[in-house]
């Protein structure tokens, strides 16, 4: 039995799969079954962010596996004390508490409960936007805009709202008595690579902090440095509740929700069995410090703006609009986006969509000029 036929058996459908089997990768570059290489642009969705098989990240997994791999949080643990405290010292001023969990859904579920106990009993309305994408549980998906992911499971959970994305007037109009928070992204991943208006972002702090209301940022797909910044919203305002998951570990899940000294969240109301495992901080603590030192935010700004600058000058009739913030950039097309998808993995490049039109590129923010260059050509090959 082959290995597609093996996952086809065993597995529920969920995915749309491509019919390539990955087994290894380095670097900014993944193998398939055949020995086939890939530049891959796509880090998993962003999680890859330090590319494949960082050896500091491995090594801090094998010794705090011998040392202690989990340790529910009713104990206190040292590999969890000092992530937290990592965690804490490069997030926007003012975040100061955490909450770890294990996946970018998580941080959502998570934030949610966390503004509602935090804002009271009435207070149960969440305001997001059009074309956003928070995860797909009962809690995230609600506040997940895409009705195809949603109109499964309805009943959603009630009280969320979804406005035109930057549209500020929009949403003053959707704040009433019982707004507990905004939800935002500050680059719409999911929703098609839209970057958010600094003056929308602006006006929004403004109008929470006159009603009172919380904000909260998703950077579950932005943070640790994809965007230019360390994370997105140190360009735009700092939230009340900030999460992330993802890239934090290096591969291996963890989410957190960070918050600041207005979240108030009654003892035992949120727990998690794997939240904060000393593993999964173990790893995230050599992720944040290799990102540091190699300067991989800044590093992502410069190569980013090259990136985007390179597809802006490739003339081609089906590109509709190019865009996009630090090494995350979308290229919007005239047409389905799916055939140049199957082209470029043909030439050994994995990029993502983002919607039906919209290549999306994540690469790992390792990834070199000359494989960037690479990138350039083999899209210019394929849509002109
Ligand atoms: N929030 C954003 C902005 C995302 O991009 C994603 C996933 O793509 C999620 C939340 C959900 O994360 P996860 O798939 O880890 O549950």
Redesign the pocket.
Known sequence: MTIQSLEDTHELDVYPRRDVVLVRGNGSTVYDENGKAYIDCASN??VSLIGHGNRSVAKALYNQYLRLSNCYSIFYNDARARFAQKLVSIAPKGLDRVFFCN??????EAAIKFARATTGKDRYQMICAIRG????TMG?LAATWDPKYREPFLPMLQGFTHIPFNNIEKLRESINEHTSAVLL?VVQ??GGIRVGDKTFFSEARKLCDDHNILLII?????GFGRTGTMFACEQYVTPDIL?V??AIAGGVPM?AVLCNEKIHVPKRSHTSTFGGNPLACAAALATIEFIENEQLPAKAATLGRYLREKLEAISSPRIKEVRGLGLMIGIELHEKADPYVKSLMEKGIIVLLAGPNVIRLLPPLIITKKEIDIIIQSLREVLC
């Open positions: 969705i962003g996946s970018g859904t998580e941080a959502v994408f928070h995860g797909k995230s992204e991943g999911e998703d950077e579950v797909q932005t999460c998951a993802k989410g």
